[in-house]
């Protein structure tokens, strides 16, 4: 069996990984050398589920170490550089922060002003430092239209500078993935080789067999904190969500969106995309009707949707982090389904 090694930045809890660790060919498979991530809590939940190392920091120092204020600090940066300087890798991936292009957010791009934005050229610095034979990013669909095009363009360039040979699709989860979320995100695949290029076919759609009762727990009866009862918050909210949600067939439980002023139904019958703020009462907090009452999705209920396994562990963290940490990961199926199309390109 052939091992190829994997390296992934922006790891978060490790969705991208698991996608790669899941996937194989009859003679060949990934190994998982490292991953980086800078969020102490994604951290924690990541080392909960993978064994391998987690080079936990700032990406940005962890290439450029003498940026370091102090030299405790600059120690810590070259040990993590020198780690991911010393193994070749074959494959490097990461879901690079969206929040600069996502619709959701404000869509300053590269000229975010948490310097998030540019996270993107620490990737190209990895892809000149390392080399690697293939790699996979993904981020929100609205990254091919963001400032006109011209942001995915310098994407393209940066890519076309390397000598990479790319590839980029935008993929729905309930589509490619068999997961009931209206989910779209762009996945970019890169080749140092033109043969394996050439070689890479994507993911045909396969039919939406799960439905929201496989991820949603409609029958048991949660923690009280997650339920909508009268007098809980502010305003109007709970007057709202039983006068939107009375003509609920429970035979086919519907999902509703909070949107700050207004409830809106999902008819897809399927979860709306999950965000990073789902238990702060922000965009698209998806909301559920049961015979126990109205309620919040639970942090599992968003890991299931996602895709992650029953036996993945969530750490004992704030409901808030672990909604922030589904979101912002990925569609684990959809990965997979990359990851096996990759390896049949290149093996052998």
């Not at 190829?4 to 190994?31: E, M, P, Q, R, W």
């Not at 940066?158 to 000598?163: I, R, T």
């Not at 109007?236 to 609920?248: F, G, N, P």
Request: hydrophobic share 35%; proline share 4%.
């Amino acid at each position: 069996m052939v091992e190829y090694k994997v390296g992934s930045l922006f790891a978060g809890v490790g969705g991208i990984c698991l996608g790669f660790k899941n996937a194989k060919t009859k003679n060949s498979k990934y190994k998982l050398l490292w991953a980086n991530e800078i969020d102490e809590y994604a951290c924690e939940t990541y080392r909960t589920n993978f064994s391998h190392q987690l080079l936990e920091g700032d990406i940005k120092l962890v290439l450029h170490p003498e940026y370091a204020t102090d030299e405790s600090e600059q120690k810590y940066y070259k040990k993590l550089h020198d780690k991911i300087l010393s193994e070749p890798i074959d494959i490097l991936n990461g879901g690079f922060p969206c929040q600069a292009f996502s619709i959701a957010g404000y869509r300053k791009g590269f000229d975010d002003e948490k310097g998030r934005g540019e996270l993107f050229f620490e990737l190209v610095r990895m892809l000149e430092e390392k080399k690697p034979r293939v790699a996979l990013f993904e981020n929100v669909k609205n990254l091919v239209g963001h400032d006109d095009g011209n942001t995915f363009r310098v994407i393209c360039e940066q890519l076309d500078m390397l000598g990479y040979h790319y590839t980029y699709q935008v993929l729905n989860a309930m589509n490619y993935g068999n997961m009931a979320q209206n989910r779209e995100r762009i996945y970019i695949v890169a080749f140092r080789n033109s043969e394996d290029f050439a070689k890479f076919h994507w993911p045909l759609p396969v039919p939406l067999t799960t439905t929201v009762k496989d991820i949603i727990n409609f029958e048991t009866k949660e923690n009280e904190k997650y339920y909508y009862t009268e007098g809980k918050y502010k305003g109007d909210i709970y007057k709202l969500l039983v006068e939107a949600t009375e003509d609920d067939d429970s035979a086919h439980p519907a999902i509703y969106q909070w949107r700050r002023k207004y409830v809106r139904q999902n008819k897809s019958g399927v979860v709306p995309t999950l965000t990073a703020n789902q238990g702060e009462g922000g965009h698209n907090v998806c909301i559920i009707k049961s015979k126990y009452g109205l309620r919040k999705m639970t942090p599992r209920e968003c890991f299931n949707t996602q895709g992650f396994p029953k036996n993945f562990k969530l750490p004992e963290q704030s409901d808030a982090r672990l909604y922030k940490q589904a979101g912002n990961s990925v569609c684990v199926p959809v990965i997979k389904r990359i990851a096996d199309e990759i390896l049949k390109a290149i093996e052998n």
